[in-house]
């Protein structure tokens, strides 16, 4: 049977771009048969996250936007993953196994060690914490530890799931076959920009928000990044940032109407209208959701803790399995 995980990492509030590559992608490929392992990677978002409240702020917002979009608890494993301990167990022991080497090839670490660079530090390691560096190894371990098969990501993050096979295969050879070698199952989605018109990212600080008020979600189309074409004039889809955020989520028979439209030389404001209404009828469902369940804290608790539980019914005997193997335990 086929077991499908991934993770969001709460480092930032969910917006439209983890909506359309990550929430929606891992909801749309569950069916009757396959496990399904969805979780919340708060160990993860500590590497940038230093606020004690934001992050929990911010594990309550990826939890309560898979919730608002359809992620039915029963049936699937949808949990916190610092709620299962073997998950950061497996990663002291694999990390005897992986090689330094692989992770020095990281991108997010290489990508650190270039901006050091770049800004001329001497000490091009400087700032770079030990938990960014073995990034993927913990990521190894969230896909290993409950020995998924199939882990639906984005394009940026195959480097991490070769890493993965890589790490799985090393163990599997040393010390005899546990983990499965996981698949990365990449979308064919788009990539979502963000309103100035780079990849929509946090850390950008160029997004259109999922949980936000009909008010925001407003707000932030408007600002999107146009240029000082005046009604009337022809405008060119191809490669505008507006048409490209609209080509995201709204269907063929729409696409094609905005296409004449920008044509015939709709003005900017007449056309962020259009997709701030089609958007707003995406995300109000969502929204209206998330408004209904956001003050019960109890009722998002009850669910990780139950949901926790039954993850470790498989984790756990994982974890003594391996360590039967590797020769850690009582005598
Ligand atoms: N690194 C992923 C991201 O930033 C999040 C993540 C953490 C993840 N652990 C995972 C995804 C395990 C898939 C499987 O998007």
């Known amino acids: 049977m086929k077991r499908i995980l991934t993770g969001i990492t709460p480092s930032g509030y969910p917006h439209l771009g983890n909506y359309i590559g990550a929430i929606k992608p891992s909801l749309d490929l569950l069916d009757e048969k396959c496990e399904s392992f969805l979780f919340i990677a708060d160990h993860h978002a500590l590497i940038k ?18 919730l608002a979009s359809g992620l039915d608890p029963r049936k699937t494993f949808f949990y916190r993953q610092s709620d299962i301990p073997e998950i950061t167990e497996l990663a002291w022991i694999l990390s005897c196994v992986t090689e330094k080497g692989l992770l020095n090839r990281a991108h997010a670490y290489k990508a650190a060690i270039d901006a050091n660079k770049e800004s001329g530090k001497k000490d091009i390691e400087e700032g770079i914490s030990t938990g960014l560096f073995t990034y993927p190894l913990l990521m190894a371990c969230d896909i290993l530890c409950p020995n998924a098969t199939h882990v639906p990501v984005g394009k940026d993050q195959q480097q991490h799931l070769e890493m993965t096979r890589d790490i799985a295969h090393k163990f599997n050879n040393r010390y005899g076959e546990v983990f499965n070698l996981p698949e990365a199952v990449i979308g064919d989605e788009k990539t979502v920009l963000g309103i100035d018109g780079r990849k929509m990212s946090k850390s950008y600080n160029n997004i259109i928000p999922l949980l936000g008020s009909e008010k925001d979600l407003k707000k932030s189309v408007m600002k999107i990044v146009t240029n000082s074409q005046e009604p009337g004039e022809k405008k060119e889809w191809k490669d505008n940032i507006l048409f490209s955020i609209y080509s995201a989520f709204a269907n063929e028979a729409s696409l094609n109407e905005m296409k004449h439209k920008f044509e015939d030389g709709i003005g900017w404001g007449d056309a962020k209208t259009i997709v701030f209404q089609e958007l707003n009828e995406l995300i109000a469902p969502i929204r209206e959701n998330f408004e209904k369940q956001k003050g019960d804290l109890n009722y998002i608790e009850d669910v990780l ?3 926790g539980k039954k993850v470790r019914e498989t984790t756990k005997p994982l974890l003594e399995k391996v360590k039967s193997l590797i020769g850690i335990g009582s005598f």
């Open 49 to 66: 996250v230093w606020d004690p409240a934001k992050l929990k702020e911010l594990t309550h917002q990826v939890a309560m936007a898979w």
């Open 305 to 307: 803790q139950e949901n």
